[in-house]
């Protein structure tokens, strides 16, 4: 039982582009979500979060957005680098379940120069 | 920059054999994860930890899979016998969530992994 889903295994766009990496979830309680950014031969670095009391957090050219509603949530790279090529992770979490999160199976991207 | 260690990076080993993957988490974290990445499921979760006390490992094959973290400063998965299956990346992560466990403003933090091949 998948309960966090990333449907698109690639995504490839121009340099300058905008990215748009999409994430979906089942469970209804979860409360918090995260993306991590993940590079060959190294391990998930996180990148940017959101709580469910938010709809849209930014930081610099990365844009998280969440629609409870619809239960998924969107990660926008804007302008998009050849440095952002990677494979990226969605992960939600319930507050109250001791930090445990749950990964989708990742999406990765490439930025083409 | 405190990192999380583990070792080895990478493991070839035939079925059958025992593997133990070990990992150091960042100074001062309570929160220990193992996590297994692999094509089809991305990152599952196999058991945590929290202030060393196992807290959750319904993700592992009870069978074969153990977790122990003999202190603070080390944490342990063993696979015993190993089989082909299991091969994969193992990650561990570790955060410093206090006592409710909340994630917020404190996400986990990942080491480089230790890449497990089974033949």
């Known amino acids: 039982d998948q309960q966090v889903k990333q449907n698109s295994p690639s995504l490839s766009v121009q340099e300058g582009r905008i990215s748009i990496l999409n994430c979906d979830y089942t469970n209804s309680m979860f409360d918090y979500f995260l993306w991590y950014k993940k590079y060959p031969a190294e391990g998930p670095t996180f990148l940017i979060s959101?709580?469910?009391?938010?709809d849209k957090n930014e930081d610099g050219r990365f844009t998280v957005f969440l629609n409870k509603s619809a239960k998924h949530l969107s990660l926008h790279i804007v302008p998009s680098q050849p440095g952002d090529s990677a494979v990226y992770f969605c992960?939600?979490?319930?507050?109250?379940?001791?930090?445990?999160?749950?990964f989708g199976q990742g999406t990765t991207l490439q930025v083409k120069p | 920059d405190a990192r999380v260690t583990q070792t080895p990076r990478h493991k070839v080993t035939e079925m059958g054999q025992e593997v133990t993957m070990r990992c150091q988490p960042i100074l001062g974290h309570n929160t220990v994860f193992w996590y297994r990445q692999t094509m089809m499921q991305g990152l599952e979760l196999l058991a945590y930890f929290r202030n060393r006390a196992p807290l959750d490992d319904s993700g592992m094959p009870k069978d074969r899979f153990s977790a122990e973290m003999p202190d603070a400063t080390l944490a342990t998965l063993k696979i015993q016998p190993s089989e082909p299956r299991d091969s994969a990346v193992y990650f561990c992560a570790s955060g410093p969530l206090g006592k409710t466990g909340n994630v917020t403003n404190s996400p986990l933090h990942f080491g480089n992994g230790t890449r497990l091949t089974v033949t």
């Open positions: 959101i709580s469910s009391i938010k």
């Open positions: 992960a939600a979490s319930r507050s109250s379940n001791t930090g445990k999160l749950i």
